[in-house]
């Protein structure tokens, strides 16, 4: 998760994209479910912040409601 983050926060799109592949291939629902891991271990602005980075390196993540 924190690499494909981190790839996509950096404009590197082919490490992030393959750290997204890496992320669906351990976690296939994290899609669904993701967001809400994500918050039992980082505030609500670190958690937006990274779900940001994985949108730029591909994943179609939902913005918040």
Do not use: C
Request: no cysteine.
């Amino acid at each position: 998760t924190m690499l494909a983050a981190v790839s996509g926060q950096l404009g590197e799109r082919e490490a992030g994209a393959r750290g997204v592949r890496e992320l669906l291939a351990i976690n296939p629902d994290f899609l669904r479910t993701g967001r809400g891991d994500l918050q039992k271990w980082y505030p609500p602005e670190h958690v937006e912040h990274l779900l940001d980075g994985l949108r730029m390196a591909g994943l179609d993540v939902p913005v918040a409601e």
